[in-house]
């Protein structure tokens, strides 16, 4: 809605690269009301506790929202993605300028879910409303500081569009997860914690 500072719309990609041990992942935010766009790539070999341990960060904040809409868009921070087909096919490439870079396309092997849908979201509704998983097929390459890493994965895509505020209250305790078995065989699941853990 205009004039509502809170009003959030997402985009998620993932991929993997299990022979390198690296997950990826490239995430973009924006505040359309605000005019501001958190976004980026996220990529880590093996278990990373915090951002400074990653293979590769660079998550900017505050970037200028993308002119026109969800379909066609690049960043101020070298990220471009754009809708081969809606909701099958789209194409991210990142290039910062540097000797690192992202080229990659997620194809769909399901129907996305959407969580409103047929659904009785009860508590959960406050973070799950308005918002759609899928999985798909990931190819490309990923380069960081000059070494080339090759994607063919299984992997995952959401997206999400509500109001949105990083308190406890709007965004619960809780676990996401999601399996890859083969084209045909996948999970994806929520796990909501009791409030009391830490």
């Known amino acids: 809605p205009v004039g509502d500072w ?45 951002f400074t341990d990653a293979y590769y960060f660079d998550i900017r904040h505050h970037l200028p929202m993308p002119t026109g809409d969800f379909d066609d868009y690049r960043l ?15 194409q991210i490439s990142y290039e910062p300028g540097t000797d690192s870079y992202l080229h990659m396309t997620f194809e769909a092997i399901s129907d996305a879910i959407d969580y409103n849908e047929g659904r009785d979201l009860g ?5 799950i409303a308005n918002h759609m998983e899928q999985p798909g097929r990931v190819r490309g390459e990923l380069c960081v500081r000059g070494r080339k890493h090759r994607i063919d994965c299984l992997s995952h895509r959401d997206h999400s569009w509500a109001r949105r505020f990083e308190t406890h209250d709007s965004i619960p305790n809780l676990g996401w997860h999601v399996g890859h078995f083969d084209e045909g065989n996948w999970f994806h699941c929520w796990l909501w914690g009791d409030g009391d853990v830490q």
């Open 123 to 127: 508590s959960e509704a406050r973070f």
């Open 76 to 90: 101020e921070n070298g990220l471009h993605v754009k809708v081969l087909e809606p909701l099958r096919r789209y």
């Open 6 to 50: 809170a009003w959030t719309e997402t985009n998620w990609f993932s991929f993997q690269i299990p022979e390198d041990n690296i997950d990826g992942e490239v995430y973009v935010y924006c505040r359309p009301n605000l005019g501001v766009t958190y976004a980026g790539v996220f990529a880590w070999d093996g278990f990373c506790k915090h």
